[in-house]
């Protein structure tokens, strides 16, 4: 690895190790055993950098969204919704969870207006990537609309349940009571 790769991969781990506000650029060069002008030099911030990071390590999550293989609930389906949050779930169940980090970023967000500029364009293809996990199909097909309505509708529960196990793991809702109340909206939005 080159030390691009080589800070990518130390900020990582300074990022669940000690979150975005402690992490600083000598830990990052302590922890990927390279020089401090290499972070400006291939990144131009070490904020610009711990924001790549965190988008690296969020693209990453997919394979544990999908629970290690293919879903089996039919796309679109209740029983895929219910899957798919389970294995959402499953991944904020880890003490050194890397959506606690979130938390951090979406709490300071304002404190850092590049780094929220990053986050804002990766927001985007992270909602245009859940419609495919719940619903099937290709990211590069799923129409701008789409990614407008559905795709942030999920990007929104995901927050909300982010937060609720952030907040308190004990009391955060599980998988099967969130397509319940899917269920609940679903019949309450088709009664005549």
Known sequence: MGHREDLLEGAKRCLLAK?????TA????????????SIGYHY????ALLAQAYVEMVEGMSDAFE?????SGEPGSVERFAEVWSNIIGTMRDPGSMWRLSMEIVVMGD???EVREHLARAQRGGARGIV???HGGRE???PEETVDTLGYFYLTLMMGVMAQWTFDPKTAPEADQLAEGLRQVIGAATRK
């Open 44 to 47: 131009g911030s070490k904020d």
């Open 132 to 134: 495919t996990l719940f």
């Open 26 to 37: 000598r830990d990052i060069v302590k922890e990927s055993g390279t020089n401090l002008a």
């Open 111 to 113: 404190q850092l207006p």
């Open 67 to 71: 629970g290690g293989g293919e879903l």
């Open 140 to 142: 590069e097909d799923v």
């Open 19 to 23: 979150g975005f506000v402690r992490t």
